[in-house]
């Protein structure tokens, strides 16, 4: 007994920081998350000209909380004719796959669990496919049809697009040409660019693809409210639903930590080499105080005592973190100096993530949902090829750039040009087939109507 | 120490969850023991500091072949479909294949002496605390020394897809 105690708190001792950095994650991520469903409600609010939450604290600030509350506190039903076992199991299933991909993010150059894997962004992509299994096994699990026929579209649309995925990000990793996150973002400091310029199809492959994994609108098919109620998750609800929102924005989070490290700099600031341009170093200060000062404004205008107090609280806090930025930086040169790295990368990582999450946003409330053949042919007909001829594409011009000497933007504008013509000719293809598919399935129609007339 | 305590835990997983796959009346069942197998091998094959063996086996079997199975099991009506396939023949057959791999995995660990684990392994020039290289020293020698072979084994298996695409293809043309 001694011994196991003495254990622990050697392995406690050996490994603290990747422990506090794993528990901070799971303790943060299921409140970014309600924060995430607030702003996106926002946004619709704001793309529909109607105000939003606006009740629950100054301009809805505390709704996701009151939602949370309100989510433990339903009833928790489970289905009669339900695979109990299974039912209980499959939330927590994607929620778990959702949280463990997480640790071998890297939220600014010390902010990561999982430091010196090998596999580094393979470790993120693999756990997180995981995550589809609790959708396909709930909606199997809830014995109902609209949930089993989401379940069945997921688990399609899953297989179709993870393919376009990982040959987008093969893209990169031949541009990294290692698989670590941290020397991911280390090759496109040395390489003096963003890999979303030298791989520019990839990236926007990898953007597709990674919307239709997250099941997001458009590519919202498994849950589609309009036709099967609620998908995979019609049967859940109180905290196991919950379990299952958690989980789509936490692997919105994991694929645009994805997108970002390979494709974005990662926690870089931009333009990392120019010196002249190192006073964005300021920005986060300067936002921070912003929006400190703005909410101090405001509070005057609040109706209710308790909005004033929660204003003043959130400005004092802004202050308080706008502070401690500024007084990081002159310890940059001091021994203290990770800790300013540290702070600016998760702020950059951080601000890059909300810019992927608003496109996903933004997406969803302008483009209306795909019909599932087009769902398929996108993917199959379009994406696969077009990401499979991009990945030759960014060979032959590491090919060109590294033994035959060429420019390398000239190599890359070239070989770009190349796919997206592949890539025009892929959809000219695609919509002759359709075409012709749509017209032998109107023609069948018309045979079946003349059977019924005669 | 922690080392094979990290194996044994495993092991009896995988073990365990393996017999119950074959046990279980329902396919799903099934299918999700087979799912909890694959990852406490892929679990064993990280204790032997072997991490890109660990995810690919959990994108290829877990995340990839697991997610066409269970599709399928949820496309198949199978308690229409496993009394058409059970029959006492086959279960002949499946019982003297599994005796006939028993024997070979006690053949094998007979011949080779040693307790299975130990011993089996090439000597690893790494340091212990920190993992070897092992997606670098695979490229390498997929790559490198055994090209010929990745190829041959590369344009069987595109061979066998489109093979199978042909088969599974609906063949317009027939009355």
């Not at chain 1, 109607?50 to 433990?72: C, E, N, S, T, Y």
């Amino acid at each position: 007994m001694h011994s196991v105690v003495q254990g622990v708190l050697a392995f406690v001792q050996a490994w603290w920081v990747e422990l506090l950095c794993a528990v901070v994650i799971v303790l943060v991520v299921p409140l970014l998350a309600g924060y995430i469903v607030l702003v996106e409600r926002k946004v619709m609010a704001d793309m529909q000209a109607r105000l939003g939450p606006m009740r629950v604290g100054p301009h809805g600030l505390l709704q996701p909380i009151a939602d949370a509350l309100k989510l433990l506190i339903k009833e928790d039903l489970v289905p009669g004719d339900a695979d109990k076992f299974i039912f209980w199991f499959a939330p927590v299933l994607s929620m778990t796959a959702a949280l463990t991909s997480m640790g071998a993010v890297a939220f600014g150059p010390w902010f990561q669990v999982a430091r010196d894997i090998n596999i580094g962004l393979l470790f993120v992509v693999g756990i997180s496919a995981l995550g589809p299994f609790g959708i396909v096994l709930g909606g199997w699990a809830s014995n109902n049809h609209y949930s089993i026929i989401g379940a069945i579209r997921s688990t399609a649309q899953l297989i179709s697009y993870e393919t376009t995925a990982g040959f987008a990000l093969v893209s990169g990793f031949l541009l990294a040409g290692t698989l670590k996150v941290t020397d991911i973002v280390k090759a496109q400091l040395d390489d003096h660019a963003w890999y979303v310029f030298l791989a520019p199809v990839g990236f926007f492959t990898y953007l597709i693809a990674s919307i239709a994994e997250t099941n997001r609108a458009p590519f919202d098919l498994p849950e589609a409210g309009s036709e099967l109620v609620a998908g995979y998750m019609t049967e859940y609800s109180g905290f196991r639903w919950s379990l299952y929102f958690l989980a789509e924005y936490a692997n919105m989070i994991v694929v645009g930590s994805v997108g970002v490290t390979l494709f974005l700099g990662g926690w870089l600031r931009p333009f990392p080499n120019v010196p002249w341009m190192a006073w964005v170093d300021v920005l986060p200060v300067v936002l921070l105080a912003a929006v400190g000062v703005f909410c101090v404004r405001r509070a005057g205008k609040q109706p209710a005592r308790v909005q004033v107090l929660f204003m003043w609280a959130v400005a004092a806090a802004c202050l308080v973190v706008a502070l401690i930025f500024a007084l990081a930086a002159p310890v940059r040169l001091a021994p203290l100096s990770f800790m300013y790295a540290g702070l600016y990368g998760a702020f950059w990582f951080l601000l890059k993530v909300s810019v992927y999450l608003y496109l996903f946003m933004w997406l969803r409330f302008t483009l209306p949902r795909f019909r599932f053949d087009q769902l398929m042919r996108l993917g199959w007909h379009i994406l696969i090829p077009l990401a499979l001829v991009n990945v030759l594409a960014v060979g032959v011009m590491l090919a060109l750039y590294l033994n035959c000497g060429w420019n390398r933007w000239l190599a890359t504008a070239l070989t770009t040009i190349a796919t997206l013509l592949v890539g025009m000719l892929l959809i000219r293809w695609n919509d002759q087939h359709a075409a012709a598919a749509s017209a032998s399935i109107a023609s069948d129609g018309a045979q079946e109507e003349d059977a019924y007339a005669g | 120490m922690l080392d094979s305590l990290v194996f044994y835990f495993f092991a009896s997983i995988a073990v365990v969850s393996a017999m119950l796959m074959v046990t279980r009346r329902n396919a799903i069942h099934s299918a999700v023991f087979l799912i909890t197998a694959l990852l406490s091998t892929a679990g064993i094959f990280l204790q032997l500091r072997a991490e890109f063996l660990f995810i690919a086996q959990i994108i290829l079997y877990v995340g990839g072949i697991m997610v066409l199975f269970i599709f399928v099991i949820m496309l198949v009506r199978l308690d229409v479909a496993l009394p058409r396939i059970l029959s006492p023949r086959r279960k002949w057959v499946a019982i003297s294949v599994a005796l006939i791999v028993f024997l070979e995995a006690i053949i094998i660990v007979l011949m080779s002496r040693k307790i299975p684990g130990q011993g089996l392994l090439v000597s690893n020039p790494y340091p212990s605390d920190k993992l070897p290289p092992n997606t670098e020293d695979l490229a390498n020698s997929l790559f490198g020394l055994y090209l010929l072979p990745f190829e041959i084994a590369s344009v069987l298996l595109l061979v066998a897809m489109i093979g199978s695409v042909v088969m599974a293809k609906k063949r317009t043309d027939a009355p």
